[in-house]
């Protein structure tokens, strides 16, 4: 099946510095990706979708200027959390759908998470 | 009313066991419907993935969906311990927006 590759799987940093994620599609073209947020025995929490040449699009209460999203190509997107205070530790996930000819297989693809600490 | 309803459980089963988890949705134009398994501190994995109504089996892995009744169920034969795991149910119409279900903690005790 096609993979999600997240990195990095955990860091921990200090407050007010900034730390970024990485997701790639290894052996797919990925047009949409989306971020997530979930704590611990709860489900996933969208933060926003991103379309590669193009702005996120930002759930309603995810600070934009905080997480900074970038799809620069079909295979690569970044979360970059600026700033970085204890309250945003959490674990954040990616995820992707494959580009296909029409129509869309349907399929979604997870990155294996970020554990992020911040002291 | 919430897009997916799944029941969080917590669900535990003897090794051996036949485990059925359902989710019920309430937007019919729902076309594409997937199964995930998540391990603690991992990403979802996908498990299942069906279109449409129907069937669809995979090993001890049989994905079951009725659009007339808004339900997805998926069924676990011959549960291992290694099935212990949350299971998150999930659904689209287009690809540009996903809806999950809060997932359901399965437990298999040897």
């Known amino acids: 099946g096609a993979v999600v590759s997240q990195h990095p799987s955990r860091v921990i940093c200090k407050s007010g510095t900034s730390v970024k994620i990485e997701c790639r599609s290894l052996?797919?073209?990925?047009?949409?990706m989306f971020w997530y947020r979930q704590f611990p025995k709860q489900s996933l929490m969208l933060m926003a979708t991103?379309?590669?040449?193009?702005?996120?699009?930002?759930e309603q209460g995810v600070e934009k200027d905080k997480f900074l999203i970038n799809h620069a190509s079909l295979t690569l997107s970044t979360l970059t959390v600026t700033s970085a205070h204890p309250e945003d530790s959490s674990f954040y996930i990616c995820?992707?759908?494959?580009?296909?000819?029409?129509?869309?297989?349907?399929?979604?693809?997870f990155g294996e998470g970020s554990r992020l600490t911040v002291l | 009313q919430k897009e997916v309803e799944q029941d969080p459980g917590p669900l535990s089963v003897p090794e051996g066991a036949i485990v059925s988890l359902n989710c019920t949705y309430s937007?019919?134009?729902?076309?594409?419907f997937m199964w995930y398994r998540q391990y603690s501190r991992k990403g979802p994995e996908l498990l299942m993935y069906?279109?449409?109504?129907g069937n669809k089996e995979d090993g001890r892995f049989t994905a079951q969906v009725d659009k007339s009744s808004k339900y997805i169920s998926l069924f676990i034969r011959d549960s291992q311990p290694s099935d212990s795991a949350t299971y998150l149910c999930?659904?689209?119409?287009?690809?540009?927006?996903?809806?999950f279900g809060t997932g359901t903690s399965l437990t298999v005790i040897p």
């Open positions: 995820s992707a759908t494959r580009l296909a000819g029409a129509p869309w297989t349907g399929e979604l693809f």
């Open positions: 052996d797919f073209q990925a047009t949409t």
């Open positions: 991103s379309n590669e040449g193009s702005k996120a699009t930002y």
């Open positions: 937007n019919s134009a729902f076309q594409y």
């Open positions: 069906t279109y449409s109504s």
């Open positions: 999930a659904m689209s119409n287009t690809g540009n927006q996903f809806y």
